[in-house]
């Protein structure tokens, strides 16, 4: 996300800024980010490093999940002339470029068993041993890492090693999914559009109130990163000024069209009246969209849309649509 601060204004989030700017602040050593995928767990570990008295030093970041586990260890620590075949000069490692710094370590379960051990020293006694190296080396380095994962989890399968566990743990920052950030959906959609339409030499002036009721409603399993993805296509591909139903992809109007009325408009029979009309639009939208994609016709459609055909129709009688005899 290009994004230098953490944007959103539900609890859950201003919580964990005020957390983030605690810990930056604080000599703590090991920071351990949780969140699901698309959470923003980079943009909390730059955040960490840019309000920290770190702040002038390296940002270094790796994902251990890319790096094959042959190949990691000298990634992080470096290793000597000669080490292993093909090393034929000295390189200095990961670690050693971060000191002074921080070192962001995402998808930390991904790290080989054997470099975990290595890496428990390394947090212990802030020195390591590059690779064919006899001396020991020194380094500054804050440690933060993150998962997707349920840690603890991972260790009673055997899968991380337990002291490790506890030396990452002790600052622990849970970073909330977007579905349970309300209406910041809202406004973090607002500030993607400006960016991405900015970059694509276009103004887009918002989101059609239809377009907002199903962003609220969509349980974003990609999270920010899902939401961001659409909002870039749409500044790239659609030509309109503003974000409209038919733009957005048949699996979101499907989830949406099937949930329940929310809480908050229960009893109201002006928003009941409102959210039957907007469901009555995603389904004409979606239909629309099959129909276009199939060419017309109409036997195609429905089985885009896991319907028969006779159940197409009677749809499209039921909104108004135009079916042909």
């Not at 699996?251 to 329940?260: C, F, K, N, Q, T």
Request: hydrophobic content about 45%; proline content about 4%; some cysteine.
């Amino acid at each position: 996300m290009p994004y230098a601060d953490l944007l959103g204004e539900h609890e859950s989030i201003r919580a964990v800024r005020d957390l983030i700017a605690r810990i930056a602040a604080s000599p703590a050593r090991t920071v351990l980010l949780y969140g699901e995928t698309g959470t923003g767990k980079g943009l909390v570990a730059r955040m960490l490093h840019r309000l920290s008295p770190r702040a002038a030093k390296p940002f270094v970041d790796v994902n251990c999940a890319a790096i094959p586990a042959s190949l990691m260890e000298s990634e992080l620590f470096g290793h000597e002339r000669g080490a292993f075949t093909g090393a034929a000069s000295a390189k200095p490692g990961l670690v050693e470029a971060a000191d002074g710094g921080t070192l962001f370590l995402d998808e930390i379960r991904e790290m080989d068993l054997q470099l975990q051990a290595k890496l428990l020293t390394m947090l212990d006694t802030q020195r390591f041993r590059r690779l064919g190296a006899v001396k020991q080396t020194a380094a500054d380095v804050r440690f933060v890492t993150s998962t997707n994962r349920i840690l603890l989890s991972e260790v009673k399968a055997g899968r991380f090693r337990d002291d490790l566990y506890w030396r990452l743990q002790v600052v622990p920052v849970n970073i909330p999914p977007l579905r349970a950030r309300g209406d910041d959906v809202l406004l973090l959609a607002e500030a993607f559009l400006r960016h991405h339409g900015a970059r694509c030499g276009r103004l887009i002036r918002g989101l059609e109130p239809h377009v907002a009721e199903v962003f609220r409603r969509y349980s974003w399993p990609g999270n920010v990163r899902e939401l961001e993805n659409l909002i870039e296509r749409i500044a790239i591909l659609e030509t309109e000024d503003q974000v409209l139903v038919k733009h957005l992809p048949d699996r979101i109007l499907r989830e949406v069209e099937g949930r329940a009325l929310p809480e908050a408009m229960e009893g109201e029979g002006a928003a009941d009246l409102r959210f039957h009309e907007a469901t009555d639009r995603f389904q004409k939208a979606l239909i629309e969209k099959a129909l276009r994609e199939a060419g017309g016709r109409h036997g195609r459609a429905a089985a885009r849309l896991g319907l028969s055909r006779h159940a197409l129709r009677h749809q499209m009688q039921k909104l108004g649509m135009a079916v042909p005899g």
